[in-house]
């Protein structure tokens, strides 16, 4: 089953509950959805049999959750790492692995559900290692889809993969979402907290600090996608992760600030319903219901008395203070190798801003002026694979690198 058709597929469920025991692995296991998936797995440690876990440099970390959760595999991207893996994991039986090969072998291992939460454009390979793999995936990267939207979808049709999403905003629309009525869908819209910045004048938001930035309102996350949610590029990157996971024209796509967090999203159809997705701002959920879908099963996250909730609160995006919001619709509708640049002139400026080797403000400036050049040498048609699409990333990256360097013209 792909994500286009959320046609509950009552088969797969079934095998689940017969066997009773899922077999999970984690690419990404140290980060924030890595470490939260593992702790509703140690709440149910007869459901699940843990396969590999993957981490970027963190090997002390990786260890200590490969040991708890018993799993077969350690895979860490550093190669340099790996006899510290291996010393840390001596005595346990626990497979050692590193480098690009290591998390290639990660990624391969057999499993009933992966969940690809590596940050960045780096958990591509990964997460289309574990597509081939035709069981599910539980989707927490959005980069994949960003950069390589049609390329991913094509893989994940080609395999048979059952695609779920754990960001919590798809997570609502695929709850929303009746595979019987699709085609009358008029509109889904994604809510954004409007992160730390949401009421702060233009001038004060260009200057913040990386300390401001990493204030999330709402929600606890890793670092990326906090600043990302700062800037509201995590929004317009995540209308472009919806176009491709729900089958959706950009038309049909729109965002809107809701500060609280409490609804994740809307989908509006012909006759002027809106249905809405509601639960309190916590990670467990939409990956709970990744690894049981379409089953539900109690989860720790907390019950949502709306009698106690602060008002709920909705506005328009603000694309005049939040540039990043103007330049993500904008790739949207490009389309082509406009996301995938997109994406990568992002995670450039943004790797810079947390090194504090440019301002906040900086961030949509360089993303902007790495788009128009590439877009002006003609660098932006559709990437035919996965190959094409990281030539451009890499092109991307340098020419983003070039903008920052030349920080004082943007200025
Ligand atoms: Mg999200």
Redesign the pocket.
């Known amino acids: 089953m792909v994500a286009a058709d959320f046609a509950p597929t009552s088969v797969q469920a079934k095998s689940f509950l017969q066997t009773n025991v899922m077999r999970v692995s984690i690419l990404g296991a140290t980060g924030s959805v890595g470490t939260s998936a593992l702790d509703l797995i140690g709440r149910a440690p007869a459901n699940y049999s843990v396969e590999a876990l993957t981490a970027d440099a963190n090997v002390a970390l990786l260890a200590r959750l490969a040991i708890t959760h018993g799993a077969k595999l350690a895979a860490v991207a550093t190669p340099d790492a790996y006899a510290a893996l291996k010393a840390a994991l001596s005595g346990t039986g626990i497979e050692a692995a590193a480098g690009p090969a290591g998390l290639e072998l990660a990624a391969g291992r057999a499993t009933d559900c992966t969940i690809a939460s590596i940050v960045g454009v780096a958990g591509l390979q990964p997460a289309l290692t574990a597509v081939a793999l035709g069981k599910r995936l539980a989707l927490a990267n959005k980069e994949c889809l960003v950069s390589a939207g049609h390329v991913f979808m094509r893989a994940v049709r080609t395999h048979g993969c059952e695609l779920l999403t754990v960001?919590?905003?798809h997570s609502g629309v695929m709850q929303l979402i009746e595979a019987r009525n699709r085609d009358q869908i008029t509109k889904v819209t994604l809510t954004a907290s409007g992160g730390p910045f949401r009421t702060w004048p233009p001038e004060a938001i260009n200057a913040a600090t990386v300390e401001q930035a990493l204030k999330h309102p709402n929600w606890a996350m890793g670092r990326k996608i906090t600043i990302d949610s700062a800037t509201m590029m995590?929004k317009g990157l995540?209308l472009i992760e919806a176009q491709h996971l729900f089958d959706l024209r950009p038309a049909q796509l729109d965002m809107i600030v809701h500060a609280q967090s409490i609804v994740h999203a809307l989908v509006e159809y012909s006759d002027g319903s809106v249905l809405a997705q509601l639960a309190a701002p916590d990670m467990r959920l939409p990956i709970a219901l990744a690894l049981t879908w379409p089953d539900r099963r109690p989860t720790p996250v907390p019950k949502l008395d709306l009698t106690k909730t602060p008002a709920l609160t909705f506005e328009p995006a603000d694309d005049i203070r939040f540039p990043c919001v103007r330049l993500a619709r904008a790739a949207m509708h490009q389309g082509g190798g406009a996301p995938a640049a997109l994406n990568a002139a992002n995670e450039v400026a943004v790797a810079a801003f947390l090194a504090k080797r440019c301002k906040f403000g900086h961030i949509a400036s360089i993303v902007d002026r790495a788009l128009q050049t590439l877009d002006n040498r003609g660098l932006l048609p559709e990437p035919a694979g996965v190959a094409e699409i990281m030539n451009l990333d890499a092109e991307a990256r340098r020419v983003a690198t070039e903008a920052l360097g030349a920080i004082g013209d943007i200025d």
């Open positions: 960001d919590s905003e995590n995540e």
